[in-house]
């Protein structure tokens, strides 16, 4: 079971220091909690991922921008769109400036967003 797996490995990956691998690693139990139904604990992980990669790399690291979108994707999946617009919103004024608009990342970010508009 790829939670289990995850939750073994948890330890290790705090203890290694790097906060880009700690926020990939918090990414994907995110999403393997998101789908065990575990919504409150998938986004208490989905934020660290976004707060790791942001200590780690800075708010523009593509990892920390990376991070936001899936928070942002998660969000919508549980009906809180509001907040998901507002972070998808500031994910892809990034991704615009750093990658540039006509960036594949940039365009599915306007994509998410123009099907919550």
Do not use: W, Y
Not at 67 to 72: E, K, R
Not at 80 to 85: C, I, Y
């Amino acid at each position: 079971d790829a939670l289990e797996i995850l939750t073994r490995n948890q330890r290790r990956i705090r203890e290694c220091g790097d906060l880009r691998h700690r926020a990939n690693f918090n990414t994907n139990l995110s999403l393997a909690l998101a789908m065990l139904g575990r919504r409150d604990e998938a986004l208490r992980c989905a934020n660290d991922a976004v707060t790791l990669a942001t200590q780690g790399r800075g708010p523009q690291s593509v990892t920390a921008v990376d991070a936001m979108f899936m928070h942002g994707q998660m969000l919508v999946e549980f009906g809180r769109v509001g907040e998901a617009k507002e972070m998808l919103g500031h994910v892809l004024a990034m991704r615009t400036r750093v990658l540039g608009p006509e960036h594949e990342d940039t365009r599915r970010t306007q994509d998410v967003l123009r099907c919550l508009a």
